[in-house]
Nanobody, 126 residues
């Protein structure tokens, strides 16, 4: 089974950039649909972004459009989330997720994914 490990989280100031990655083992990540979700204390897990297994379609949540960029690094069997102009509202645990050819209607829903990382903390101070 696919195992996912996030890394790159940390403490930054508002307006800063941060790059988090999701490394996979037990499977070739480029053959899976991938997504990022985040969860702040006391809030439900929310959709951040996702990419189809073919890479032909990328989706972003409204709150991160224009600031976050999702990409694949197939040589490292990983997925990269570049976060720019971070805001305090972005403070959350970020989770990487993957699934085998997730239907388009399920890519923004946590229940659509089969594999999850443990998460990496992103904290943005004012």
């Amino acid at each position: 089974q696919v195992q996912l490990v996030e890394s790159g989280g940390g403490l930054v100031q508002s307006g800063d950039s941060l790059r988090v990655s999701c490394a996979a083992s037990g499977g070739t990540l480029s053959t899976y649909s991938v997504g990022w979700f985040r969860q702040a204390p006391g809030k439900e897990r929310e959709f951040v972004c996702a990419m189809s297994w073919s890479g032909g379609s990328t989706y972003y949540g409204d709150s991160v459009k224009g600031r976050f960029t999702l990409s694949r690094d197939n040589a490292k069997n990983s997925v990269i989330l570049q976060m720019n102009n971070l805001k305090t509202e972005d403070t959350a645990v970020c989770y990487c997720a993957a699934g085998a050819r997730i239907d388009r209607d399920y890519m923004s829903t946590p229940l659509g994914y089969d594999y999850w990382g443990r998460g990496t903390q992103v904290t943005v101070s004012s």
